[in-house]
């Protein structure tokens, strides 16, 4: 009876064994999946000011053992300043397995201001202001935030030109021969722009032969 009674018992703790071992879960070691929405150029490029604010498409995770999972962002687009903008997105499964996958938006600044007309108006510092004008201005294919004047100042040949960030525009210190009489013109200064560039006013100084003078001009878009 004692070796029927510790074969039973052997029995018993073996398929205890057994039991135990054939119920232990394999462990969890296998990130998500991250898949971001409409990742194409529709989406990743987008022209400066085109809006306000950068609509981001997002994303999803899937994984093997807990299905969907929660997928959060970081970093920003500045839809105002032209570059390149890396979003990051996360996904962490129960397990604590997490995985990364990132977004890149080109912020293209460079094609914006092509071929828009405005109505410009200058106004020298202590003089009446000039009779306006229709000036077309353009941007360079080559340089981001780059805009180029065709009459600057109100001179004939007043090719000079700005580079804008944010909502100023700078005017670096260049020499332009024009105006009639030609004479080579030192043009400086810098101004602000609203929203989508619809106006633009630019504080500039200029020095011709020694002589300085200031003025601004002011561009409302037709």
Known sequence: MKKIALILASIIIIAGMFTISSCTKTEDTTKPVITLTTDDATHNRVEQ????????PGATATDDEDKTVTVTVSGTVNMALAGDYILTYSATDKAGNKAEKTRTVTVDGAIYVDNFTYTATDYPDGGSAGTPWQETLTSSTLT??????Q?????????AYGTISGTTITIPTQMVTCGSPLADRQFSGSGTFTNNLT????????????????????????
């Not at 981001?144 to 004047?149: A, T």
């Not at 106006?199 to 037709?222: D, K, L, P, Q």
Request: charged letters at 15%.
């Open 144 to 149: 981001y935030n780059k805009i180029n004047f």
């Open 199 to 222: 106006s633009i006013t630019i504080n500039y100084t200029e020095v011709t032969n020694g002589t300085t003078a200031t003025g601004h001009t002011t561009f409302v878009r037709n």
């Open 151 to 159: 009459r600057f100042a109100d001179y004939d040949n007043g090719i």
């Open 49 to 56: 000011f085109s809006a306000a604010t950068y609509t981001d």
